[in-house]
């Protein structure tokens, strides 16, 4: 066959999208698409409206990552921080390690450390809402597709999603005997094993069964005695087990899920921020890590589901009901490093050319010994093919946890805790929604939605073992409650059949949030909800005979009564602080082209311009600045004006934290038969501009640029049933600092090193 010349178009060298995936078992019967011919890109179909729709009809920004696509970036064993950057405005990052991601969409996201901590993003795995951080990190491995949905989700996914959702489907039980197994061996001990088996058990009743293991040998040693010694390995298992029914008019969906995580915290490194910029220190040793204190993390989580549907004459009705369980512990040692100032303990790391100190030693944990979340929902719905389509329902929600917190002496024999502070949190939830689609025309389609929400929590905390000595503090309660109206308007219009246009306004909202660390502090902060309001406009298109498409969306929005999390100078604390006022705009585009027979590429770009708007709003900057009478020449260079109080900055006119500016994602696949199989070459690359670490801006603390890149080549044969590939993650091996510790003194955090390896994966 003649090979196609090479279209040149803008479409090859600034956008970007997933390569696009059907999705399995639908809330509604998916829509009929056009047969594609060959060499064309297949239609997309997308849920997050819960119904199957053509992500042209969608009045909405939506991008989705597929099967290969999460492959290609979690090949490694990399946890669903891999994802970061894939789509544009979506960044995820953590603290904690493996656990814990938080997830950012637009610029708006939350730094909150706090094992109680609220998210604006919304994450929905299954069709059950995520609430905890220790539940949104579960593994991804036998997805279907993910779902990132931008911008306020007031309505059909309530709470918390004022800044968007993250929709994670797995693949779903079939009715075909079929199943995987997948062998990954990489640098530095990794094993990576993914597997499933589907079983038609009879006509009504399918099973599919998935197993997913990650493992990593340490691979930072510490040279000091009477600590941790090898540290960032890490054994991570996880499953899940699906049956699907149908029976006549009635279906369900069947699910049980866990995960065992055993591993390591995120290792603080103390003083390798160079002083005056945000470069690492000269003879800094990503392999040694010096430290005084113990270092553990352990993460267990269950969960049950239920999906039920009833197809009546002109109507569906779903029951959702989900019950989730987790464990969780983390210790390690906060100021990064060995030694006392205060204590008359000689201190380090040193470098070279760079002044060093630990004032203090914090060697702390975080546990979550006792985690239940209740979920249930009732939707209604039409499913008929009338121009007025319709949704209703009820929704509600139930979280009880208990927070640890615990300090440790690493001065006296075996480290013995000695400060012990625990909170309670209550959080009760519901709310009545619906939802109306109406198509004026065969090209005009218009939709609104309504959501009413009631929120109440319940809190008390207390210190009842104070570090070193002093007063306990507590019991200390709060109580607050909310209720919220959210709604969206929407319209989108088909031009032709391989274009459309939408325009979307929306509110979301955040219930109010607790913060209560009091282990080193005698006072718990709120914030008061916040609310959202969001406007977008784009167009999505097929073009150059189906065999590229492009999507742009332009927005702006704005948050009043934003919940920020701030630090609070010298203390290991974290406090709620509400702005007046926090807007964003930007635009994303996304597109993907097949740009000849073998050629197939991806390009991506968001831009992001965030703002707080309280000129009267100050918080307690890096507290390592004050100990200069110690050591000079040490400690954050902050960049913001005084604030009304000593040791404050004004943070108004401040960028969002941990929100860069631009992101571009960009992928290129070869493929071509040889022989009886197919060679593919695959090479993704991420890039994320610069961003603020903290509410304040410190020259230390402003993150670099970072360019991030893949590469896999593989081969398949005896029709898809086999395949073996090598693989490369940051290729580039960057190295640099992407989050810090600011109280104590100059202690980063930085981003996973390059990993390689090979894999073998075999399919009947």
């Known amino acids: 066959m003649k090979r196609q010349s090479i279209k040149l178009s803008l479409l090859t060298v600034a956008l970007a999208s997933a390569f696009p995936m059907q999705a399995a078992f639908a809330q509604t019967s998916a829509p009929a698409a056009a047969p594609t011919a060959p060499g064309q890109l297949e239609a997309v179909i997308v849920t997050g409206s819960r119904r199957s729709e053509n992500i042209k009809d969608v009045p909405l920004s939506i991008s989705t990552m597929n099967p290969e696509a999460l492959e290609t970036v979690s090949a490694s064993g990399q946890d669903i921080r891999a994802l970061s950057g894939r789509v544009p405005s979506l960044n995820i990052e953590s603290d904690f390690g493996r656990t814990f991601p938080r997830f950012y969409i637009r610029g708006l996201g939350n730094t909150d450390f706090d094992l109680n901590a609220s998210q604006p993003v919304g994450v929905v795995f299954d069709d059950v809402v995520q609430e905890s951080p220790m539940l949104k990190g579960f593994p991804i491995f036998d997805v279907q597709q993910v779902e990132v949905l931008r911008g306020p989700q007031g309505t059909l996914f309530g709470r918390n999603s004022p800044a968007g959702v993250m929709k994670i489907e797995s693949v779903k039980p079939t009715k075909k005997f079929e199943g995987y197994a997948s062998l990954g061996l990489g640098n530095n001990g990794a094993v990576n094993i993914d597997a499933a088996i589907n079983a038609p ?38 499953y899940r087990l699906q049956a699907a029914y149908k029976n006549g008019n009635f279906s369900g969906l069947f699910n049980i899920h866990g995960r065992d995580y055993d591993g390591s915290a995120t290792t603080f490194r103390a003083n390798i921020i160079k002083r005056g910029t945000n470069d690492l220190v000269d003879g800094f040793d990503a392999s040694v890590y010096p430290t005084d204190g113990y270092n553990s993390q352990t993460l267990q989580s269950n969960g049950v589901s239920a999906r039920l549907r009833w197809d009546l004459d002109g109507m569906t009705v779903h029951s959702i009901t989900a019950y989730d369980t987790a464990k969780f512990y983390s210790r390690g040692d906060v100021d990064g490093g060995f030694g006392s100032r205060f204590g008359g303990l000689a201190d380090g790391p040193k470098f070279t050319g760079q002044p060093s100190v630990i004032p203090f030693d914090a060697q702390t944990a975080d546990g979550l010994p006792n985690l239940k979340q209740t ?55 519901w709310a009545a929604f619906g939802s109306l689609n109406y198509a004026v025309s065969p090209d005009l389609k218009i939709r609104g939605g309504l959501r009413y929400t009631d929120d109440k929590k319940v809190f008390d905390a207390a210190r009842t073992q104070t570090p070193f000595g002093g007063a306990n503090a507590g019991p200390l309660f709060a109580s607050p409650s909310s209720t919220d109206w959210s709604w969206d308007l929407g319209a989108n219009y088909n031009i032709d059949k391989n274009v459309s246009v939408f325009g979307r306004v929306a509110t979301g909202y955040r219930a109010p949030s607790i913060q209560g660390r009091v282990l080193f502090g005698d006072t718990i902060s709120v914030a008061n909800s916040e609310k959202a309001l969001s406007f977008e406009a784009g167009f999505k298109a097929d073009v150059m005979d189906k065999t590229a498409r492009i999507s742009g969306t332009v927005f702006s929005y704005t948050i009043k009564d934003l919940q920020l999390t701030a630090g609070s100078g010298s203390l290991n604390q974290n406090r709620l602080v509400n702005a007046k006022e926090a807007v964003g705009s930007g635009f994303e585009l996304d597109a993907q082209a097949i740009i000849a027979r073998d050629w197939k590429t991806s390009i991506g770009l968001s831009y992001n311009e965030t703002e707080i708007k309280d000129g009267a709003l100050f918080v307690a900057p890096c507290g390592n600045a004050n100990f200069q009478f110690l050591e000079a020449n040490t400690g954050c260079t902050v960049l913001n004006k005084p604030g009304p109080l000593a040791g404050t900055v004004l943070i108004g006119g401040n960028p969002l934290p941990r929100a860069p500016k631009w992101t571009v994602n960009w992928t290129l696949k070869y493929s071509t038969q040889i022989g009886n199989g197919d060679l593919y070459i695959l090479t993704d690359w991420a890039y994320k501009d610069t961003y603020n670490m903290f509410l304040y801006e410190a020259k230390e603390y402003k993150a670099k640029a970072a360019l991030e890149g893949g590469l896999r080549v593989g081969y398949g044969w005896a029709d ?10 940051n290729i580039t091996n960057n190295q640099q600092v992407i989050a810090a510790i600011d109280f104590n003194n100059l202690t980063g955090i930085i981003n996973e090193p390059r990993s390689f390896g090979l894999q073998f994966k075999s399919s009947f």
């Open 201 to 238: 058990v009879s006509d009504d009743l399918q099973v599919r069964a998935s197993v997913m293991l990650q493992r990593a040998n340490d691979r930072v040693f510490n040279p000091r005695a009477d600590a941790t010694k090898e540290l960032e390995g890490y054994d991570d298992r996880a």
């Open 720 to 729: 898809g049933k086999y395949e073996i590939a090598a693989y490369a993650r």
């Open 375 to 429: 979920t249930q929902e009732i939707r209604v719905q039409s499913n008929t093919k009338d121009a007025l389509q319709w949704i209703g329902g009820l929704y509600y929600f139930n979280e009880t946890l208990q927070v640890d917190s615990f300090n440790f002496d690493s001065f006296a024999p075996g480290d013995p805790q000695n400060g012990y502070a625990v909170q309670h949190q209550d959080s009760t939830s």
